[in-house]
C-alpha cells in the first residue's frame, strides 16, 4: 500500500475560520511590540538583546514575553500589536489573531534557520508588510570561542546587526498603507 500525506490548506480562509471560533471583539491596533523569548525558559536567543531592545525601545516599542502570558492575555496582546518584531518561532503562529489590514511584522531568524511557515501565513492573511532580518549563523560559533555567543547548557544565541534591524524598522513604520511589503518589493494592497 502506498499513503501519500497531504497538508492540510491554511490560506486566509482556514485562519479566519479558526479566529472566528475566539468570538473576538474588534480591536483597534497602536502598540508597538518585541515579542522576545525567555532564555531561561527557551535555548534560542540573541546575544546583543540590550542593544536590540534599547533600539527598539528608541521607536516606541514595549518588550513582551508570551511565554509570560495567559492565552488570553496573549490574544488580547497580539489584537492590540500594530508593529511587531519578534524573534522567530512558534509565537509568530498567533500574528493571525492581529489586525490584518494594519499588522506589521519583521521577523529576526538565523541566517541557517530559514523556515518559510510565519512568511507564508502572513502572506495569506494579507499583512501589509512582512520583512525578515538575518541575524548571524546560530550553529557557527564554537563554544571555545571568546566572544558574546553562548553555547552551554543548551543555549545557542546568535547576533543580529542593529543598523540593519533599525533600517527594517524604519521601513516598517513608513510603509504605505496602500501597499503591502514583502522584503524588497511593494504590491498593490489587493485582499
Not at 508593529?83 to 522567530?88: F, I, M, S
Not at 531568524?109 to 502572506?123: D, F, G, S, T
Request: charged share 25%; hydrophobic share 35%.
Amino acid at each position: 500500500k502506498l499513503y501519500r500525506p497531504k497538508a492540510l490548506y491554511f490560506g486566509k480562509e482556514s485562519w479566519n475560520f479558526t479566529r472566528n471560533l475566539y468570538n473576538l471583539n474588534k480591536v483597534s491596533p497602536s502598540r508597538r511590540v518585541f515579542l522576545s523569548r525567555d532564555k531561561k525558559r527557551y535555548t534560542r536567543g540573541l546575544s546583543n538583546e540590550i542593544e536590540v531592545i534599547n533600539m527598539l525601545h528608541l521607536h516606541g516599542f514595549e518588550v513582551v514575553y508570551a511565554e509570560h502570558l495567559s492565552v488570553d492575555e496573549q490574544v488580547k496582546l497580539f489584537q492590540e500589536t500594530e508593529y511587531l518584531v519578534a524573534l522567530t518561532g512558534m509565537g509568530l503562529i498567533q500574528q493571525f489573531f492581529m489586525c490584518y489590514e494594519k499588522a506589521h511584522i519583521i521577523e529576526i531568524i538565523p541566517v541557517n534557520r530559514l523556515m518559510p511557515e510565519y512568511y507564508c501565513q502572513a502572506y495569506s492573511l494579507g499583512i501589509k508588510y512582512y520583512d525578515v532580518v538575518l541575524g548571524e549563523d546560530i550553529d557557527g560559533v564554537p563554544i571555545s570561542s571568546g566572544n558574546n555567543h553562548k553555547r552551554h547548557d543548551g543555549l545557542k544565541e546568535y547576533e543580529v546587526k542593529i543598523s540593519k534591524l533599525e533600517s527594517a524598522v524604519l521601513k516598517m513604520l513608513k510603509a504605505p498603507s496602500d501597499k503591502k511589503t514583502y522584503g524588497n518589493f511593494s504590491a498593490p494592497f489587493v485582499d
